[in-house]
């Protein structure tokens, strides 16, 4: 009997393996099926004198019996050598010297576990130990252990729920001691799995098509880092016999799941970023606002950042929102039937406690030192949210800029990858370090860590394990006037309220 | 210039080279079989061999060779009694308390129940397919019978005789072993599977996919690390996880259909804490040496003839195998003992 046979009832269970009947179905229209996918090229790249015993023959046969036509490709061959393939899986095997980024160029998606060329490819910074590390059992015994734990950080994208994953831990590989890599994706990435607490040690990472990778170039195809190595393929877990029908060894076991899932993300279409239309984007969200009831929670009368409240108010209701004005004394009752709120950077934090917080509404917070409150990132000030331009607050000058770093995402409203102007003139800017269930989609300059402006899905896990009850969004936009945004700026704006109402799925 | 090398360094070197012989050594016993063949006895023409076990009380170990069970001395290896039956032996299982055995009669549609002090036959239960292998779990009480050409198993109640639940399972059924907390295991072998079957309802409660050898047939089960050895016909034994069915190691095996059987002995003076041994029609006998419950050695060792049943006699920490022709015409077969290669030697040893 093959391997390729041998090994397709392991990928028949992995795939129709029940893990929850609302991820399965979101699975199901997030991701095409392997059906759809068969018959795909894989150009497999791997060590031309790799060591042995390697299970590079293994994953070649998993590939194969699920559907994938496999070439295989030595690390001595030219980039073109993986020419017209759908996807390109490079091995630990491949030497990371001998690839030297030839394949960082390419718009095929890549899914790697050569952790070593992590930074050829862009997906991390250079720095072996801070950006990317293999934890081998012989130096790093103990480590070597805690990685049998992976942690699902990423439970809302597309991969993610796929897989299955949840926020909790599983068993990565098999119970003994094994080599694993990580890695610290740059601003764009997202980690999907973290080892020991830290999402510095991204376990499964990927970048979006377009998304900012950690040499701040844009990702010319899908990239998906993952913890493997040489020879432990085979230790991937995955459950069967009578433990296979126990909802929770089923999320334990999920290795092998997660492989594929990462495997059929790569291989998935990308959807087409979003076109930089503000007038349409404008007239897009006016559709779908027109009697939205949307509640605005300000300080009535604030002394500052009253007049930029008034021109926001009046900008949503230019857009046909219902919109309603709340104090931030009221109770949060005021939420209740509505289908949008925001947030204004005028109310006091200490002000309006922890109100809105549970609301199952989706909610858009205009000050970024609410982020604590509202679960949007940690609690330490300065450390997991903070500011630019605040002369007592903050070492960093003020700024008119932000980063894009996921063009692809509907909240950046079509903007490219790199620097934009989000106000006319330099000012505060708030940031906060939310956590990898989030979608960043721009980060303050020179602060690829600080993140401007994300959005949570809902079910997304905020700061403090708090679960989303709706969509939450951070958006910078600290007491200045609405007018003095830039187009880009208040294209933006538009964006993530748009993306708040969910107005991208319609 | 002094160019002695000083303490400190001598020590390092001395201590370094200590830990090199030392790992040579773990090396080269582990590459080493287990055990030695001590005695070889003939069982003659009657038949080949159908069913091993030892007393549980260590004093003699039975054989069902032809139609016939045979007792031999634990000890000295001489038959001491035996009885005819009313079909081929194909398997033997031994009650927990030594008074009872039980035969399946491949041909008699039949389990023989014997009585063992003195060896005589109480009672035949009749059934309405060939019993192939037999399983007495003394956790359940009861006597699993598996009839490989039916594709049956068949749980009898040993108190009553009575059939208490059948259950019938897809394919070529081989070895079947259990782990004493209600998990029964039955290698597939045209399914590449080997079927979890639940004692407390006989129904199927699982599948373990064996996907890294062809022709899974026989099973040694270590109930304590939970591990399952499947050895397959295409050569190879996969180590399995039984809490999770997750084969995470693939050994090197010969080919050829085999029977298993775990052996553990963690104060032994043998110098192994478990081993999974496995007998093959090809005439081999393969041991898988655990070092550690992840971390298993393989060794082998060549049989005048085709390996059949085993038992081990946890007492003398000796094993027993029946051997048979591996040419149909000729059933001449022996039993073989094995003891550890630094054991005392047994008299009449043969080389």
């Not at chain 1, 016999?241 to 092998?256: E, K, S, T, V």
């Not at chain 1, 709340?326 to 109310?347: F, W, Y």
């Not at chain 1, 079910?459 to 609405?482: E, Q």
């Not at chain 2, 553990?264 to 041991?287: C, E, I, N």
Request: glycine share 10%.
């Amino acid at each position: 009997m093959s391997l390729a046979r041998r090994l397709m009832p392991l990928c028949v269970v992995a795939l129709l393996t029940p893990y929850s009947a609302a991820h399965a179905a979101h699975a199901r229209s997030a991701l095409p099926p392997w059906s759809a996918l068969a018959g795909r090229r894989v150009a497999f790249v791997s060590g031309a004198d790799a060591a042995v015993p390697n299970d590079d023959a293994l994953v070649r046969a998993h590939l194969r019996a699920l559907g994938l036509r496999v070439d295989r490709v030595t690390d001595a061959a030219p980039s073109s050598a993986a020419a017209g393939a759908s996807l390109i899986v490079i091995s630990s095997t491949a030497d990371s010297n001998r690839l030297g980024g030839k394949y960082a160029h390419m718009a095929v998606p890549v899914f790697t576990w050569n952790t070593a060329d992590y930074p050829n490819l862009g997906l991390t910074g250079p720095r072996l130990h801070h950006d990317f590390d293999v934890m081998e059992p012989i130096q790093h015994f103990a480590e070597s252990f805690s990685m049998l734990y992976g942690y699902g950080a990423n439970t809302t994208s597309a991969l993610s729920r796929a897989a299955g994953l949840k926020p909790q831990l599983f068993g990565t590989l098999y119970l003994e001691p094994a080599t694993v890599g990580w890695g610290r994706p740059g601003p764009g990435g997202r980690v999907i799995v973290d080892f020991n607490g830290s999402v510095g040690k991204a376990g499964v990472f990927t970048y979006e098509r377009g998304a900012m990778l950690a040499n701040g170039r844009s990702a010319p195809g899908r990239r998906v880092g993952f913890y493997l190595s040489d020879a432990n393929f085979h230790l991937l877990t995955a459950v069967h016999g009578p433990a296979a029908r126990d909802p929770q060894l089923r999320d334990w076991y999920l290795g092998l799941r997660l492989f594929d899932a990462s495997l059929r993300w790569a291989l998935a279409t990308p959807p087409a970023p979003p076109r930089y239309d503000p007038a349409a984007l404008d007239a897009r969200l006016a559709a779908i606002a027109r009697g939205r009831k949307l509640l605005f929670v300000e300080r009535i009368d604030a002394s500052e950042g009253r007049e930029a409240d008034r021109q926001i108010v009046a900008h949503l209701r230019g857009l046909g929102f219902d919109v309603v004005v709340a104090d931030q004394m009221e109770p949060e009752s005021r939420a209740a039937g509505m289908d949008l709120m925001i947030i204004s950077s005028t109310c006091s934090k200490y002000k309006l406690a922890n109100k809105y917080v549970d609301v199952k509404v989706p909610l858009i917070a205009l000050e970024g030192l609410m982020s604590d409150t509202l679960h949007l990132a940690g609690r330490k000030r300065f450390v997991d949210y903070g500011e630019h331009g605040e002369e007592k607050e903050s070492e960093d000058p003020p700024t008119r800029y932000v980063d894009i770093v996921d063009p692809a995402s509907p909240m950046a409203a079509g903007l490219a990858i790199g620097p934009v102007a989000f106000t006319r003139g330099p000012g505060v800017l708030k940031w906060a370090r939310p956590t990898p269930d989030a979608i960043v989609v721009a980060t303050l300059p020179g602060s690829p860590t600080q993140a401007a402006i994300f959005g949570y899905p809902a079910g997304a896990t905020m700061a403090d394990g708090f679960v989303a009850p709706a969509r939450r969004a951070l958006l910078p936009l600290d007491n200045p006037t609405y007018r003095d945004m830039t187009v880009e700026g208040k294209a933006l704006f538009d964006a993530v309220v748009l993306w708040a109402i969910g107005g991208e799925r319609r | 210039m002094n160019e002695q090398p000083s303490v400190v360094v001598r020590s390092i070197r001395a201590v370094r080279a200590l830990l090199l012989l030392l790992i040579a050594a773990e090396a080269a016993h582990a590459a080493a079989f287990p055990l030695i063949v001590r005695q070889e006895t003939p069982i003659g023409r009657s038949g080949n061999p159908g069913g091993l076990v030892v007393a549980p009380d260590g004093g003699l170990v039975y054989l069902g060779v032809g139609r016939t069970v045979v007792a031999y001395d634990a000890t000295s290896a001489t038959p001491t009694a035996s009885i005819a039956v009313p079909g081929t032996v194909a398997d033997l299982a031994i009650a927990a308390d030594g008074s009872r055995a039980y035969a399946a009669l491949g041909d008699a549609n039949a389990v023989a129940v014997l009585g063992l002090k003195p060896l005589r036959l109480l009672d035949l239960w009749r059934m309405r397919t060939k019993p192939s292998a037999l399983l007495l779990d003394p956790t359940t009480g009861s006597l699993y019978v598996e009839s490989a050409a039916a594709h049956r198993l068949a749980e009898f109640d040993v108190a009553t005789g009575r059939v208490r639940a059948r259950l019938r399972l897809e394919g070529r059924l081989a070895q079947m072993v259990a782990n004493g907390y209600g998990g029964l295991f039955v290698a597939v072998a045209d399914r590449d599977a080997v079927d979890v079957v639940d004692t407390r309802t006989l129904r199927l409660a699982g599948t373990y996919p064996v996907q890294t050898c062809d022709g899974p047939s026989g099973l040694a089960l270590d109930p304590v690390g939970r591990r399952l050895f499947v050895a397959c016909t295409s050569g190879g034994v996969a180590v399995i996880d039984t809490d999770a069915g997750f084969t995470f190691e693939t050994l090197p095996g010969p080919p050829g259909a085999a029977r298993g059987l775990f052996v553990r002995s963690p104060t032994g003076a043998d110098g192994w804490k478990g081993v999974a041994f496995f007998a093959t029609s090809q005439g081999t006998l393969d041991a898988v040496r655990m070092m550690a419950f992840i971390r298993y050695v393989d060794g082998g060792l060549k049989l005048p003839r085709g390996g059949g049943p085993m038992a081990f006699d946890p007492q003398r920490h000796r094993l027993w195998l029946a051997t048979q022709s591996t040419n149909g015409g000729d059933a001449t077969g022996s039993l073989l003992i094995l003891g550890a290669a630094s054991a005392a030697p047994v008299s009449g040893v043969r080389p």
